[in-house]
């Protein structure tokens, strides 16, 4: 019992993290239907950028913020200069993806090359510990909680509240439509590339702090499982992303808890796969985001 | 034998191989339009194959490797079965990708099963020997009574011959009537349906056959080699094969071999020479890092698929289709 | 009625739901053999839907479609298209990578050189097929008058050939019934009642036809009856000439 509660405990905090990276590629896929292989690099270049940062005695959540800013202006720089253009101009959504997967590898490569291929640590975390509801959690697990919930309900403020949010829920359900009401889709684009890509620099931190050591492989590995939560939750529905970031995360760890450690990473995977061939618009799919998915 | 004589057989044999699997991926892909990111699968299961086919029972050599199979067959039989896996896990991934999803979705479905592949097999020690992978230790296998020098050119004369009757069989099924079906079932799936076309059916006959040719370039190689693991088949190997056949030209059995030459020879392997070139060799040593040009390597080959892509994504020597002339009836 | 005096399909109650519309609400009618029938309606009439419905592309919610003879409600498309029921597509769908000729010599039926054994044994096994078939084509391209095009790549065609060469296409597959959605849609007024002339040369040879087409004139020329949808439901069958004067059609036409 005092195991289950431990594994649901390091899967809420596992699934904070997932939940932040998983948003902010569900918004970019919601935004421009483009499935953006490269994110995974991007958050390893968010956790170098982090590493740079606090090597030089920043303060780790300054570095956060540093890292998201850098990684949200790389993503926008990305969609607007390679990813736009090639879908104005017709190209394949397999072709497209092809690309992103080929961007994150000259990415992963390029951070090798000049910070080697050693596995890198943020350093000794302090030892506080917090004990709730019989979880024990260290003083990051719980920042890191606390922070993706404080991200996550400011996505939603912005969403629901403001003109940018709804103009830019429009321009994700329906692209024509919300150009015809004189909303500026291509600003509106670059601004939640933007966004997104700071989630996905803040995910990328957030997995380096709460990771004993990483290496430039960091982002891709996580990716799948963030993907599998985002595909969960439906797609381009960055709420359902939310709930499947905390499923993975917390049914991961489950797996792990209970049976041979090694397999755990499979769970994300068989999640993946059985939704994708099962029940491809998630849980939460909006009925625009099915209609896209299928051939 | 000289260290160039010996270098020059490691190449042709990397060249035969390689060229096998990038035939079976233009078959998938450039001709059929599937978008096999899993393809190391098959040439992984063909190399595992070949391995527990040709090696004796774990036992036999004191237990420190641990896998199924060990069967101790001959050479032409293990080679056998690693075309037959590579065929096995081709429609295993085929059947994956039947659901009527866009394509860059199955080709996400497709990565994802390659990575859980790699995964299950590193983990679980007593199937493949998990992580470490599997060491053949008989004597390198065709030819064995002869002088080293004799086995390794004859070797080369193997994976030559491979190559010549692959390519036979590979034109079958790119050229006539059969290849017109599959590049109709590639440029509009729905359309090839109201033609009457079976598209489930053409689906796992293609990956069935582009896994053979997978798993036979797995088995030669690991033959050659000596040994596989995991770490072999990352998914970044497909990445490789992936822009072959881009840049070679897709759809184009010619242009994706010599895409194929150009990546996997001039690229990959000629990264390694520029290790002794001075000024890089003393930035690596400066910096400690010995696979530099290796990383220069996937950058390169990166740069070049998205600049293809970009440019000119029907290749460098585009697919050209029969001619039937304006002759009167 | 014998088998040669049975319709060449018979849909009885068809219906089918699209996320709570109901596009297709039991809808009956037949198609005589060697016929042209022709399927007109306002907009959202459900007429497409029930040419997907019938041709295999949607399955239905409800009823049956019997195709010469047989029950084949729910069939996929591709096992229909064998049989002899072949569909054409309202936006042309070529193979943008193949040839014209090729986009023709694709949908010929079975074709040797698709079976395993046919794609091992190579030309010797299929060629002289393949010559008849190119022979074939040839003519179709004649009488639709893109002789001489055979090599353009299909991605590089005008709009208008496209639609030609997909209905060459569903000619060369020697359909049984044929349906066209908005075949005329896009041609010319002389290829038009060209295309009207080999329509009814070809159902004298024994082909039918269901039509959807918004061209009236069309219609009246060719269609021997007509079936009237609306709001998913047959609301009238006939004669055009007859159909125009009838109160029921005309309202649904002003009111959609």
Sequence with gaps: MQLLIEAIGFGIAAGAVLALGAVGFSVQFGMSNILNITYGSLMTLAAYIGLFAIDRGVNPWAALALAGIAVGIASVALHRWLLAPLARRGTRPFAIVIVTVSAGIVLQYVIVAVAGPDAQSYGEQSGQTFHLLGMIMSASQVTIIVLATVLMLGLHLLLTRTTLGRAMRATSSNRILAQSCGIDTDLISDVAWLISGALCGAAGVALAITTVSFDFSIGPIFLIPMIAAAVLGGIGQPYGAMVGGLVVGIATELAAAFSNPAYSEVVAFGILIVMLLVRPRGLFGAAWATRRLMA | ?329 | ?256
């Design chain 2, 1 to 329: 034998m000289g260290a160039w004589e010996f270098y020059a057989i490691v190449l042709l044999v990397y060249l035969g191989t390689d060229l096998l699997a990038a035939w079976g991926l233009n078959l998938e892909f450039g001709v059929a339009g599937i978008a096999n990111l899993a393809f190391i699968v098959t040439i992984a299961a063909g190399a595992y194959a070949y391995a527990i086919f040709t090696i004796g029972p774990p036992a036999a050599s004191g237990s420190f490797q641990e896998y199924v199979g060990g069967f101790n067959l001959p050479f032409p039989v293990a080679i056998a079965a690693g075309a037959v896996a590579g065929a096995a896990a081709g429609i295993v991934i085929g059947i994956t990708g039947l659901k009527r999803l866009r394509q860059d979705y199955q080709a996400m479905a497709m990565l994802v099963v390659s990575l859980m592949a790699a995964t299950i097999v590193s983990a679980d020690t007593p199937f493949l020997n998990g992580n470490a992978g599997l060491v053949i230790l008989s004597t390198f296998a065709p030819f064995s009574d002869q002088d080293p020098e004799f086995q390794r050119w004859a070797y080369v004369g193997i994976v030559l011959l491979a190559c010549i009757g692959g390519y036979f069989v590979l034109r079958r099924f790119t050229t006539g009537p059969i290849g017109r079906t599959l590049r109709a079932m590639r440029d509009d799936e729905l359309a090839a349906q109201a033609i009457g076309k079976d598209i489930v059916g053409l689906r796992l006959m293609v990956q069935g056959v582009g896994g053979a040719f997978g798993g036979l370039s797995g088995a030669l190689l690991v033959a050659f080699i000596s040994g596989w693991s995991p770490s072999a088949w990352a998914y970044v190997e497909t990445l490789a094969l992936l822009t072959a056949v881009i840049v070679g030209g897709m759809g184009n059995d010619r242009g994706v071999s010599f895409g194929m030459l150009l990546i996997g020879i001039v690229i990959l392997q000629g990264v390694q020479f520029l290790n002794d070139v001075p000024v890089l060799k003393s930035i690596e040593e400066q910096l400690n890092r010995t696979a530099l040009t290796q990383d220069l390597g996937w950058i390169v080959l990166g740069t070049l698929t998205i600049v293809f892509i970009w440019l000119r994504p029907q290749g460098i020597f585009p697919e050209r289709r029969p001619k039937y002339g304006g002759k009167p009836s």
């Design chain 3, 1 to 256: 009625m014998t088998a040669a005096t049975r319709p060449i399909l018979e849909v009885q109650d068809l219906v089918k739901n699209y996320g709570g519309v109901h596009a297709v609400d039991g809808v009956s009618f037949t198609v005589e053999r060697g016929t042209i029938t022709g399927l007109i309606g306002p907009n959202g009439a459900g007429k497409s839907t029930a040419l997907n419905v019938i041709g295999g592309f949607l399955s239905p919610g409800g009823g049956h479609v019997i195709f010469d003879g047989e029950e084949v409600t729910g069939q996929p498309m591709h096992r229909l298209a064998r049989r002899g029921l072949v569909r054409t597509f309202q936006l042309a769908r070529v193979f943008g990578g193949l040839t014209t000729m090729e986009n023709l010599l694709a949908a010929a039926p079975s074709q040797r050189g698709e079976s395993v054994l046919g794609i091992l044994a190579g030309k010797a096994y299929w060629g002289e097929q393949e010559r008849r078939l190119v022979q074939e084509a040839r003519e179709l391209l004649a009488t639709f008058g893109m002789a001489g095009k055979e090599d353009e790549y299909a991605r590089n065609l005008s709009g208008g050939q496209k639609r030609a060469v997909e209905t060459m296409r569903a000619l060369m597959m020697k359909p049984k019934l044929l349906l066209l959605d908005e075949p005329m849609a896009g041609l010319s007024p002389s290829l038009s009642r060209q295309l009207e002339h080999l329509f009814l040369d070809l159902t004298a040879g024994g082909l039918s036809m269901l039509l959807v087409e918004h061209g009236l004139d069309t219609i009246d020329r060719i269609c021997g009856k007509v079936v009237v949808m609306a709001q998913g439901k047959v609301l009238s069958e006939g004669r055009m000439s007859e159909l125009r004067t009838r109160r029921e059609v005309q309202d649904a036409y002003v009111i959609g």
